[in-house]
């Protein structure tokens, strides 16, 4: 991978995964100060549509890299980092779609089934993408040689 590509995949995943992580405190454990609000934090729609319109830039960056270093590995029969990289392309299209299908369902029950489909996929996304640059690699050089 490039270093644009690596610099692109980090700052998605911190952009979206942090305003999602922040989003949902204010959205479920934040207090509002009116009893009469809607919103439990005066922040929490500014966070929301932030984290709506960063989330491409991460689908994005999940697609630039997908030759260059996904697809690679598969074929090369690379070992190491292979399950966080497994889990992140497990966790790619059901946290894509979950993100898109519960802003757009019309029932209560759709839009509850994708926000838990979300949350789990995101929070396991985020976790495997913060261990998974950390692992050794094959290619990678020690100081020493």
């Known amino acids: 991978m490039s270093r644009g590509q690596v610099w692109l995949v980090h700052a998605s995943n911190a952009l979206v995964g942090g305003t999602g992580v922040v989003y949902g405190w204010m959205r479920y454990f934040a207090e509002p100060e009116d009893e009469f609000s809607i919103v439990n934090h005066p922040w929490q729609p500014d966070v929301q549509h932030l984290h709506v319109l ?63 489909v979300h949350v789990a996929t995101s929070v396991l996304w985020v976790l495997c993408a913060a261990v998974h640059p950390f692992l050794p690699h094959p290619r990678r050089r020690t100081r020493e040689e």
Not at 62 to 71: L, Q
Not at 97 to 113: F, I, K, P, V
Request: no cysteine; hydrophobic share 55%; proline share 3%.
């Open 54 to 116: 960063t989330a491409p830039l991460l689908v994005f960056a999940a697609g630039w890299i997908w030759t260059a270093h996904v697809a690679r590995h598969w074929r090369a029969g690379t070992r190491r980092g292979r399950r966080t990289g497994l889990a992140l392309v497990a966790m790619l299209l059901p946290m894509i779609a979950s993100g898109y299908l519960l802003q757009t369902a019309t029932s209560e029950s759709w839009r509850d089934a994708w926000i838990w």
